[in-house]
């Protein structure tokens, strides 16, 4: 029989709740430990595309997501009065690519939830718990905890996010593995009103600024502030206390027009803020000994790629593939992870253009009219339909994803 490995996750999210699955499935034994005291069902609205689709189905959820999918018919640009000057509506034909709203659109939390009901009958899990360092040889990995235990384990995952820990101890001192686009983006929740309907508008500012406004419930609305800045302090503020966060996202957007007095109100009430830098994690490793990384800290390729969580769940897809069939030779495994997984993770990567992103974020009150009037002219002529039903591949490109990680067995049985 093939041997049983002790895997440590570090992080318990998409990624790593994903890797759980597919590992308990292969006979091994899963502890996941969430540095937040519970699980983080929280988060703005994600989308599934391509591979990820399909990685989703093959772990039998697709049902599951389906039924917690939010209703987003499309994406309207609008004017200071909050009139539609544009709208490209979500492709549903079932052929070509995704438009700039999934069909499969879901608030994150509750894939989070989807994803731990479906690994948690296998999975040890330890909430408010985290790997503050760890030692590793040629036979294990120790790993030391927040709580002041340590536990032995075959093989150790960082699946801890775009700012993982895990990523930085094993890459070398001074390495720095983020690319940057110049762009950054706060999101929060405020009540929904009868005007939000189930279009997401987005409005442009002056100064590279957007507001986009999303509506996933009968209560609330998502808002998200967008802005290009390259300084010091944009990159900064990320790390600072919620409250000044707050402050200087509302101190670059107030008396910008339409609603934003609204979301700027509607922040101090918030069930939560998250202010970020867009990135991506770029290394030229993914591992090193009995040291793996999965999801965002190994690839994050940004909320632009549309591929972000999609590429979570096909990197631990396989991960945990390869691990199931070498469980004998975690190098091999390892090796082969990378191999099969990188053409994946360039081709998403590639679909963040900093040019493109910068047209779409125009700096002058005459730039975003030319830009609104070329979007309306475009979608008058049905462009962005015929692109998006007549395209030949989606964000993922042609890659396939291999064989599944275990023979398929439905849930229950």
């Known amino acids: 029989m093939a041997r049983s490995l002790r895997v440590l996750v570090a992080g318990g999210g998409v990624a790593g709740q994903a890797l759980a699955y597919w590992l308990v499935r292969g006979g091994h034994r899963v502890t996941v430990v969430e540095r937040f005291p519970a699980l983080r069902a929280t988060g703005a609205q994600v989308d599934l595309r391509g591979q990820g689709i399909e990685a989703v189905e093959r772990m039998g959820l697709l049902d599951a997501v389906r039924d917690e999918l939010v209703d987003e018919a499309g994406v309207a640009f609008v004017n200071a009065s909050g009139k539609a000057r544009a709208t490209i509506m979500a492709n549903t034909s079932g052929r070509g690519r995704q438009s700039l709203t999934s069909e499969y659109e879901i608030m994150r939390g509750d894939l989070v939830r989807i994803l731990h009901d479906a690994s948690r009958e296998g999975a040890e899990y330890a909430f408010g718990l985290s790997v503050d360092g760890f030692t ?18 075959d093989l150790l995952v960082g699946a801890d996010g775009q700012g993982s820990r895990i990523r930085r101890a094993i890459l070398p001192d001074g390495f720095d593995p983020y690319w940057r686009v110049g762009i950054h983006m706060a999101y929060w929740f405020v009540p929904r009103i009868a005007s939000d309907g189930d279009i997401r508008d987005t ?7 957007q507001i986009m406004r999303r509506s996933h419930n009968a209560a609330e609305t998502q808002v998200y502030f967008v802005m290009r800045e ?19 996202w509302a101190g670059r957007f107030r008396g910008a027009g339409w609603q934003t007095e609204r979301f700027i109100e509607g922040m101090k009430a918030s069930p939560f803020f998250y202010s970020q830098e867009i990135l991506q994690v770029r290394t030229d490793t993914w591992s090193q ?14 909320p632009y790629s549309g591929m972000g969580v999609s590429g979570g769940l096909v990197g631990a897809y396989v991960l945990a593939g390869e691990i199931n069939r070498h469980p004998d030779d975690l ?28 047209l779409g974020m125009p700096m002058t009150r005459r730039a975003i009219d030319a830009f609104l009037s070329a979007t309306a002219l475009a979608c008058f002529l049905h462009v962005p339909d015929f692109v998006a039903r007549h395209s ?7 890659w396939r994803l291999p064989e599944s990680p275990v023979p398929f067995r439905p849930r229950g049985r």
């Open 136 to 153: 590793q040889d040629e036979h294990k990995v120790l790993a030391h905890f927040s709580d002041g235990s340590s536990g032995e384990f």
């Open 203 to 209: 409005y442009m500012v002056p100064g590279g600024r």
């Open 230 to 248: 390259a300084s010091e302090e944009a990159s900064a503020i990320h790390r600072e206390p919620v409250e000044r966060q707050q402050e200087f």
């Open 289 to 302: 000994g009995r040291v793996v990384l999965v999801g965002d800290a190994a690839h994050c390729a940004s």
């Open 331 to 358: 190098p091999a495994a390892l090796a082969n992870y990378d191999a099969v997984l990188r053409p994946f993770v360039d081709e998403i990567q590639a679909e963040v253009n900093p040019r493109i992103l910068r």
């Open 392 to 398: 030949k591949k989606d964000r993922g490109g042609d």
